[in-house]
């Protein structure tokens, strides 16, 4: 159980041009989820956190009109980075908390975003 | 606000062989840790938590970890390691007084490579 995942798993897109992720928790409702950014060989960094049906609350120095979270339904959030550069090329990790289970996240497999 | 370290990127071990991860971390309040683990082209899976009682916390696979208050470590140990042990290994703090708000603050992550 507990099983989160996001689609698409890769995308390759033109500068300019925008990406939603989808994050799905497929076998239990997440009142809450993160989304968190990875580089090559360094930690994930936290982008923003989403309570379903409220505005998300984004990290310091995370530009929120560049990526746009929505957590339409208790089983699904999507990030849409929009006017995608090559610095927006990253790993991008999504992870869900279950209602009234605390201090756990069940993660996504991440999805490989590159920019050309 | 908290930090954590993971000194070692890479840790190559034999099989059979005993294992210790190093996390130590930075933080000005109480804190939960935690110990994730990344299998390539997957999502990242808790192997266990400390939240408080005993320090020797045992996990999944075989792993265990002590909290060291006074050291500010949670290193994570095994005592015969398998090829299937091989992976990405992150260690991760929260602050304890954030209930219902789990932001979670990752290491930069050590490779854990098995050797035949």
């Known amino acids: 159980g507990a099983v989160v995942s996001q689609h698409p798993s890769w995308v390759i897109c033109k500068s300019g041009t925008s990406v939603k992720i989808e994050c799905r928790s497929l076998d239990f409702q997440a009142t809450t989820m993160f989304w968190y950014r990875q580089f090559p060989k360094q930690s994930l960094m936290l982008m923003a956190t989403s309570n379903e049906g409220s505005k998300a609350t984004y990290e310091q120095g995370v530009e929120k009109d560049k990526f746009l979270i929505n957590h339409a339904s208790l089983t699904l959030s999507t990030l849409t980075v929009t006017s995608a550069h090559p610095e927006d090329s990253s790993f991008y990790i999504c992870?869900?908390?279950?209602?009234?289970?605390?201090?756990?996240?069940?993660f996504g497999p991440g999805t490989r975003l590159t920019v050309l | 606000a908290q930090s954590v370290t993971q000194l070692d990127s890479q840790v190559p071990v034999f099989e059979e062989a005993p294992v210790e991860l190093r996390c130590n971390y930075s933080?000005?309040?109480?804190?939960?840790l935690f110990w994730y683990v990344q299998y390539p082209n997957q999502g990242l899976q808790l192997l266990l938590k400390?939240?408080?009682?005993?320090?020797l916390v045992k996990g999944i696979n075989g792993f265990e970890a002590e909290f060291n208050k006074s050291q500010t470590s949670f290193h994570l140990r095994k005592p015969s390691v398998h090829i299937s042990d091989t992976a990405e290994y992150f260690c991760a703090v929260s602050n304890a007084a954030n209930f219902g708000n789990e932001k979670l603050t990752f290491g930069t992550g050590t490779r854990l490579t098995i050797i035949p």
């Open positions: 992870s869900a908390r279950p209602r009234r289970v605390y201090n756990e996240q069940f």
């Open positions: 400390y939240l408080s009682g005993s320090t």
């Open positions: 933080s000005s309040v109480s804190v939960y």
